[in-house]
């Protein structure tokens, strides 16, 4: 399913602020080498995490599924000098790739990368401490992401969830993925301690803040 035409896409990406030229070398490596490039959540989904950390003054972000970097690098620009990102990513290439821009941006050192499946990571975090949670790993696990984040959550924090649309499969979900993921919108939509928003920005992305 076409969810937004590609001519409204590239409006829109004409008339936001463009990343930077490190973000902009990341993309397009990413693009070149990388078996499923489609994974990069992207500009808009960026840029959109870099306003809400500006507006909510976030300081302490987790990140569940890093890939290749784009979006810990895109909200470490974003954040103060005393901001810290941690970010879990399964896979030992995408650590060592994401690690290397890392190595090459003035951001960086904001930046821990936790290597190993979330699920086991997301132990090791202390209760409410994170301003803002972004979740785009696997889809099968987001319920349990979403359960596990909103302890992890400050009250007043923000979580953002990729891909929430699914290409539309949440409409009339058939696989586990796409079944994962409705159950995970309403488990947040009957969540009464929690603000939500599904917004149909790129793949779906969903943000609640924490009551
Ligand atoms: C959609 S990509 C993340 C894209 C990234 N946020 C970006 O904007 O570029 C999902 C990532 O989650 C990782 N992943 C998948 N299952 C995981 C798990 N159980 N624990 C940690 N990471 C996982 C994948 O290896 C992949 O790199």
Not at 68 to 96: F, N, Q, R, W
Not at 126 to 139: E, P
Request: aromatic share 6%; with cysteine; charged share 25%.
């Amino acid at each position: 399913m076409n969810l937004i035409s590609k001519e409204i896409e590239q409006y829109c990406l004409n008339q936001s602020q463009p990343d930077t030229g490190l973000l902009q070398a990341l993309v397009n490596k990413t693009l070149k080498e990388e078996e499923i490039p489609q994974m990069l959540s992207g500009p808009l989904v960026g840029g959109l995490l870099q306003l809400l950390i500006k507006i909510t003054g976030a300081k302490n972000i987790l990140e569940i599924g890093m890939f290749t970097g784009y979006s810990t690098l895109k909200m470490a620009e974003a954040l103060p000098e005393d901001g810290e990102i941690h970010t879990c990513e399964l896979m030992e290439k995408h650590v060592k790739t994401a690690e290397s821009w890392f190595n090459k941006s003035n951001d960086g050192y904001k930046i821990t990368i936790h290597h190993g499946r979330a699920i086991d990571q997301l132990n090791s975090f202390k209760i409410g401490s994170f301003d803002l949670i972004f979740i785009d790993a696997d889809k099968i696990n987001y319920p349990e992401y979403y359960r596990r984040s909103t302890t992890l959550l400050k009250v007043g924090g923000i979580a953002v969830l990729d891909n929430m649309l699914w290409d539309g499969e949440v409409l009339n979900p058939k696989d586990g993925n796409a079944k994962a993921l409705r159950e995970t919108a309403e488990l947040i939509k009957n969540n009464h301690r929690l603000e939500s928003l599904l917004l149909p920005v790129r793949d779906g992305i969903l943000i609640y803040r924490k009551l």
